[in-house]
């Protein structure tokens, strides 16, 4: 297996180590048990994963690691110091680099953090009727930034809006890329309608899905509907309440 063969070359490593007289180091592009990615998730059992245990043969003073972008300590003397800028919109925590010192045998490790260009993501859903698409991240977070926007969008209203028109909300920003996704129009037309608060209002939605004026009488009745139910509904709370 290839986790044994690897055994025996950190076996090698150390041997090669014992007549040394200085401080050892090791360096290596590895994925290690119980590391994490910078989304959070723990890394167990992967294909070809290296243990904590398994590092420690080799004696090393210091392991400084590849492989993981996030900056973490596996062991006070084994540590991933991580990508030196954000590769992904995933990457949302700070950039370090490790300064270690070994000295009379004492290891210290700290960090220094490395300015680098954030990324913001934002996701938006563009108004059935053509008027105006609706930012769900409202925080002004792209100055300076790299910005991914996912448009969410009904195939009859993509040519309504171009990519340079929605780049036009992001002012100050260092790049923006545009994702669109393409949602059908029923979808759409039914979230419009859900968000309706009264009655009155989902009706008035439904016919605008429609193309089709609500006649006046229609809405009075709606209206009238909706007040005798709440009429009902305060008498059975203060019958309750009795």
Same mark, same amino acid.
């Given at each position: 297996?290839?986790?044994?063969?690897?055994?025996?070359?950190?076996?090698?490593?150390?041997?090669?180590?014992?007549?040394?007289?200085?401080?050892?180091?090791?360096?290596?592009?590895?994925?290690?048990?119980?590391?994490?990615?910078?989304?959070?998730?723990?890394?167990? &059992?992967?294909?070809?994963?290296?243990?904590?245990?398994?590092? =420690?043969?080799? *004696? +090393?003073?210091?392991?400084?690691?590849? /492989? @993981?972008?996030?900056?973490?300590?596996?062991?006070?003397?084994?540590?991933?110091?991580?990508?030196?800028?954000?590769?992904?919109?995933?990457?949302?925590?700070?950039?370090?680099?490790?300064?270690?010192?070994?000295?009379?045998?004492?290891?210290?490790?700290?960090?220094?953090?490395?300015?680098?260009?954030?990324?913001?993501?934002?996701?938006?859903?563009?108004?059935?009727? &053509?008027?105006?698409?609706?930012?769900?991240?409202?925080?002004? =977070?792209?100055? *300076? +930034?790299?910005?991914?926007?996912?448009? /969410? @969008?009904?195939?009859?209203?993509?040519?309504?809006?171009?990519?340079?028109?929605?780049?036009?909300?992001?002012?100050?920003?260092?790049?923006?890329?545009?994702?669109?996704?393409?949602?059908?129009?029923?979808?759409?037309?039914?979230?419009?309608?859900?968000?309706?608060?009264?009655?009155?209002?989902?009706?008035?939605?439904?016919?605008?899905?429609?193309?089709?004026?609500?006649?006046?009488?229609?809405?009075?009745?709606?209206?009238?509907?909706?007040?005798?139910?709440?009429?009902?509904?305060?008498?059975?709370?203060?019958?309750?309440?009795?």
């Amino acid at each position: 297996m290839l986790c044994d063969a690897l055994r025996k070359i950190f076996l090698g490593f150390a041997a090669l180590g014992d007549d040394l007289k200085c401080p050892k180091i090791f360096v290596g592009h590895l994925t290690i048990d119980g590391a994490t990615f910078s989304n959070g998730q723990t890394i167990v &059992g992967q294909d070809v994963s290296i243990s904590r245990p398994d590092l =420690d043969m080799i *004696g +090393a003073d210091y392991y400084g690691l590849g /492989h @993981i972008h996030c900056n973490q300590m596996i062991a006070p003397n084994m540590w991933y110091s991580g990508s030196i800028y954000r590769h992904d919109f995933g990457e949302a925590e700070e950039k370090y680099l490790n300064l270690v010192e070994i000295k009379r045998g004492i290891l210290e490790v700290s960090r220094e953090t490395i300015p680098t260009r954030p990324m913001a993501f934002h996701e938006i859903t563009y108004d059935v009727r &053509g008027h105006a698409f609706l930012d769900e991240n409202t925080q002004a =977070d792209w100055v *300076g +930034a790299e910005v991914r926007v996912r448009l /969410h @969008i009904g195939i009859e209203q993509s040519h309504l809006v171009s990519d340079e028109e929605i780049k036009k909300n992001y002012p100050g920003a260092e790049s923006i890329k545009v994702e669109r996704i393409i949602i059908p129009e029923e979808r759409i037309r039914w979230e419009f309608i859900a968000r309706a608060r009264t009655l009155q209002e989902r009706i008035l939605e439904w016919g605008r899905s429609i193309d089709k004026t609500i006649p006046a009488e229609v809405l009075e009745i709606a209206s009238q509907m909706e007040s005798s139910l709440h009429h009902d509904e305060l008498v059975d709370e203060k019958g309750g309440a009795a």
